[in-house]
């Protein structure tokens, strides 16, 4: 008899991880490293949201809660949709969890049947399809390349729905491209979901406050209300109040899906954090101006970083509408070899030499369904971006 699972067999462990240890082994082996691979703000929480942390420590409030988030919480949530997406929900739609990821792990857990597919436009966060494949289902990934800014058109939806479809997975701002959907682009793919009324829409909102320029953040629900019924809109604190380690995500939708998810993970993890369920009601309930200082910043980082790479020989960086991540095209590159005579034949190559020989860690295309590119994540400061880009750059030249 095997030790391990069956279903163990079916996944892979996340690369964006595998790609920040590799870049922490050779930092503390003494290399001078530059990590892009991570996808966390680089700053701190801000100190009103420690500050309440610390009351609710000195409160006492550190036992079990409810399982799916403390009612005010919740409350905080409903106020949040409202004001922000002019979506309107009870307490009893909403559900709070250990991070975006366990929301939308608890979700597909909650609904996938063996042989439900799931569509999934790539390039895409590396964990959807391998959470898809551990609740039993099937990823259907749809390519949106460069062509369409990485968008999903609605004639690709259109032909990716079967009778099959469960789920259409939609993430905007994206991990890993930073596109972004306008109105009239979402409109065009929710159009397409109001004539196949078996499939449901998980919106993974996590980016919505890290937008530029004068992009308009939107999301399915309040794009088309005729989706609202079979809608969850995923959110969560980690990447818009710099609170990865608290683990605090949430979602709304229809109430007897929000019931299977609190069931689900009743038998998981029980609650989220009591203390960390504390610190996102102040983050979502206390001063908002930490985003708009936020959005500066990044915008600031993302302009240096498109206009550098596409300096960089054989290299193609489209501007990206959000996120803190941008996914240049390499094809200039492919084929080409390095000083020291390794062939660059695919994105994960070009990413293992660029590290080893500059000491700049990227994540490669392939791991997010789209090559050849790779994924540079500029939540870091000004020169350090500075500095790996001209790295980048010289890495590009330096190829024959
Ligand atoms: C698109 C997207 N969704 C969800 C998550 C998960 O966020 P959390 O850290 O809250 O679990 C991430 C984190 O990288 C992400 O990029």
Not at 184 to 212: A, Q
Not at 268 to 278: D, E, I, K, L, R
């Amino acid at each position: 008899m095997a030790f391990l699972s069956d279903t163990l067999s079916r996944v892979k462990p996340s690369p964006t991880i595998a790609v920040t240890n590799k870049a922490r082994e050779l930092a503390a082996a003494g290399r001078d490293i530059i990590g892009l691979g991570a996808g966390e703000p680089d700053f701190d929480t801000p100190q009103n949201i420690k500050d309440a942390a610390k009351r609710a420590i000195d409160a006492g409030k550190t036992k079990y809660t409810a399982v799916d988030g403390i009612p005010e919480l919740k409350a905080a949530i409903c106020t949040k949709f409202l004001r922000e997406n002019g979506l309107t929900y009870t307490p009893a739609q909403v559900t709070v969890g250990t991070g975006g990821k366990q929301i939308l792990y608890n979700a597909l857990m909650a609904t996938l049947n063996p042989g439900d597919e799931v569509i999934i436009p790539a390039p895409y966060w590396v964990s959807y399809p391998d959470m898809v494949l551990l609740a039993g289902g099937t990823p259907v990934p749809v390519v949106a390349g460069i062509e369409t800014q990485f968008k999903l058109t609605p004639e690709q939806l259109e032909a990716a729905i079967t009778p099959k479809t469960k789920w259409f997975i939609f993430n905007s701002p994206s991990n890993p491209t930073g596109a972004g959907y306008t109105r009239d682009e979402l409109k065009g793919l929710t159009d397409v979901l109001m004539r196949h009324p078996h499939v449901w829409v998980m919106s993974d909102d996590m980016y919505e406050h890290l937008v530029f320029d004068d992009f308009k953040f939107c999301t399915p629900a309040e794009i088309e209300p005729g989706l609202y019924d079979r809608t969850l809109t995923c959110n969560g604190v980690s990447k818009s109040y710099a609170m990865t380690g608290w683990r605090i995500g949430y979602a709304a939708g229809p109430v007897a899906l929000i019931k299977a998810m609190g069931t689900i993970q009743s038998q998981s993890t029980s609650n989220p954090c009591s203390v960390a369920q504390y610190a996102a009601l102040e983050a979502l309930t206390g001063p908002q101006d930490f985003l708009a200082e936020n959005r500066t910043l990044f915008q600031r980082r993302r302009d240096l970083v498109v206009s550098m790479l596409n300096q960089a020989a054989g290299i193609t960086c489209p501007t990206p509408e959000g996120a803190f991540y941008v996914y240049p095209d390499i094809s200039g590159c492919i084929g080409k070899a390095t000083p020291a005579g390794k062939i660059i034949t695919n994105d994960e190559v070009f990413a293992e030499a660029l590290l080893e020989e500059t000491g700049v860690a990227v994540v490669f295309g392939a791991a997010f369904g789209l090559s050849p590119n790779f994924r540079v994540s500029y939540a870091t400061s000004d020169a350090i971006l500075a500095e790996a880009c001209t790295r980048i750059q010289n890495f590009c030249a330096s190829l024959i």
